[in-house]
């Protein structure tokens, strides 16, 4: 079942899909691909890092990043989630886990991606925390503690929007906590590249001040602001038509419009950061306490 649900051998993101975070793929790079490359380095006190945490705002490129870890080191990819370690039955969402763990070592060397990591193991002893969520913690727990007993390489990566949920035994374990902020100007400007590559775009698009007016915006934001400027040319073309007449339209006739400049002004207009100043300072916090990069 878990094969089935979360075996992925090749996500096939690169480094290149992912735009900046040159800091953020240098620390994941020494933390994960460099250990399989050079295994006779990394041993004693060398050893590789046990796990790594990715947090920061929604849409900065967390899920992204180990997508593309995984696809660079040519490792076997375990996307997990809450939910495919719940169960209904006792003992069952435990047992769930030391297969994972079990899985990943028989196809090691292998990195089990743990998303929204904060839902699975939040602080222990919280106010209404049930027994069983309780009993998967800390099997959770043993495991990343064990994975780098064997020799074979397994590399638990973990993402979350809040940090400061995590339980701090599971903090200790994920010796890496990497802080991935909201893109600068640059990393804005290689996005919108990258997400403009498979659309024609009119020579009046200025990226650079499109960057500059999406200051404040997520990754996600800004591929939100390119989609929808990209769709804008279909929908002048299809303005006052009927049903009959838009099915009856050529493909040409919709597809020969270049994205321009003005269309990314109206998409500006429509989409809004939805990360706020709050947020932001609240990771800022908890990197400065409890960050390692």
């Known amino acids: 079942m878990l094969e089935r649900d979360v075996l992925e051998t090749t996500p096939g993101v690169r480094w290149d899909d992912v735009a900046g975070l040159s800091e953020a793929k240098r620390l994941l790079e020494e933390a994960v691909v460099l250990p399989l490359w050079m295994p006779e380095y990394f041993q004693g006190i060398r050893r590789p890092w046990k796990g790594v945490l990715m947090f920061g705002p929604p849409g ?3 899920t992204l990043l180990a997508k593309a870890v995984a696809t660079e080191c040519g490792t076997t990819f375990f996307n997990v989630s809450s939910a495919t370690l719940a169960s209904k039955w006792r003992g069952e969402s435990e047992r769930m886990v030391r297969c994972l763990f079990d899985l990943a070592r028989a196809y090691a060397p292998s990195t089990i991606f743990i998303d929204e990591i904060d839902s699975l193991c939040n602080a222990r002893g919280a106010s209404g925390e049930h027994e ?9 727990l043993v495991q990343v503690d064990g994975v780098n007993g064997t020799k074979k390489l397994v590399m638990v990566l973990a993402a979350t929007n809040f940090p400061w949920d995590i339980d ?3 903090r200790r374990r ?17 996005l919108i590249k990258i997400n403009l590559k498979t659309v024609e775009v009119s020579v009046d698009v200025d990226i650079d001040d499109v960057a500059r007016r999406t200051e404040g915006y997520s990754g996600d934001d800004l591929t939100n602001v390119c989609r929808d400027a990209s769709l804008n040319g279909m929908r002048r073309k299809i303005a006052g038509k009927t049903r009959d007449e838009i099915k009856n339209m050529s493909k040409d006739e919709i597809s020969n419009d270049p994205v321009a400049m003005c269309d990314f002004e109206e998409a500006i207009k429509k ?3 939805s990360v706020s100043q709050a947020d932001i300072e609240r990771h800022e916090k908890w990197f400065a306490e409890f960050g390692s990069a």
């Open 60 to 62: 900065t490129g967390k």
């Open 132 to 140: 069983s969520s309780r009993r998967v913690k800390s099997e959770l």
């Open 168 to 170: 701090e035994a599971l």
């Open 174 to 190: 994920l010796e890496k906590r990497i802080y991935i902020p909201l893109p600068n100007f640059e990393s804005r400007k290689e």
């Open 271 to 273: 989409v809004q950061p």
